[in-house]
T-cell receptor
Framework: DGGITQSPKYLFRKEGQNVTLSCEQN?????MYWYRQDPGQGLRLIYY???????QKGDIAEGYSVSREKKESFPLTVTSAQKNPTAFYLC????????????FGPGTRLTVL | EDKVVQSPLSLVVHEGDTVTLNCSYE??????LLWYKQEKKAPTFLFML????IEKKSGRLSSILDKKELFSILNITATQTGDSAVYLC??????????FGPGTRLSVLP
């Protein structure tokens, strides 16, 4: 079964702690993306990566960091510098080189107490 | 600045009604326009449009793209309560990234 997995599904953390959200795909996609979604709003791009060992900031990268050491994995760290981290986080992937759709993982709901 | 605008932001209809959702876009290097349906979890893919004037259809849903006027519409005929969701429109910025609109929240009442 090909797809994207994200873990955990729900995450609770205390203010000031760094947390890392996992995203893994077995679709052999080169490109991977992280989005943040707040209630009643669309998706805002945090970071994206078109290839291993390379990534670019999206519209709201401040307070977040990523790595892309393997093609299959694109973890997102929410640092203590992110002022309002409580949100729904979605990971996506897509092929590159032609017009294709993005495939989304099930999401991680992060709540900072 | 790349942007995607959707209208209306919210819509309430009754079962059996027909709805039209609008999406306009402005991106640096447009490649395709995508529609997704989101029901409290991950968005699910509906359509990808790359050419103007060619309607894509899936059951009661259809969509068309106008690359000259930079917009797309999503039509849903004979709406059902199961169509209640947020409909997201996204522009593929030629492999750089995907720019999403704010979504249209559709509520279909029985």
């Amino acid at each position: 079964d090909g797809g994207i997995t994200q873990s955990p599904k729900y995450l609770f953390r205390k203010e000031g702690q760094n947390v890392t959200l996992s995203c893994e795909q077995n679709l052999n996609h080169d490109a991977m993306y992280w989005y943040r979604q707040d209630p009643g709003q669309g998706l805002r791009l945090i970071y994206y990566s078109q290839i291993v060992n390379d990534f670019q900031k999206g519209d709201i990268a401040e307070g977040y960091s990523v790595s892309r050491e393997k093609k299959e994995s694109f973890p997102l760290t929410v640092t203590s510098a992110q002022k309002n981290p409580t949100a729904f986080y979605l990971c996506a992937s897509s092929a590159t080189g032609r017009a294709v759709e993005q495939f989304f993982g099930p999401g991680t709901r992060l709540t900072v107490l | 600045e790349d942007k995607v605008v959707q209208s209306p932001l919210s819509l309430v209809v009754h079962e059996g009604d027909t709805v039209t959702l609008n999406c306009s876009y402005e991106v640096t290097n447009f490649r395709s326009l995508l529609w997704y349906k989101q029901e409290k979890k991950a968005p699910t893919f509906l359509f990808m449009l790359t050419s103007s004037g060619i309607e894509k259809k899936s059951g009661r849903l259809s969509s068309i793209l106008d690359k000259k006027e930079l917009f797309s519409i999503l039509n849903i005929t004979a709406t059902q309560t199961g169509d209640s969701a947020v409909y997201l429109c996204a522009a593929d910025n030629y492999g750089q990234n995907f720019v999403f609109g704010p979504g249209t929240r559709l509520s279909v009442l029985p």
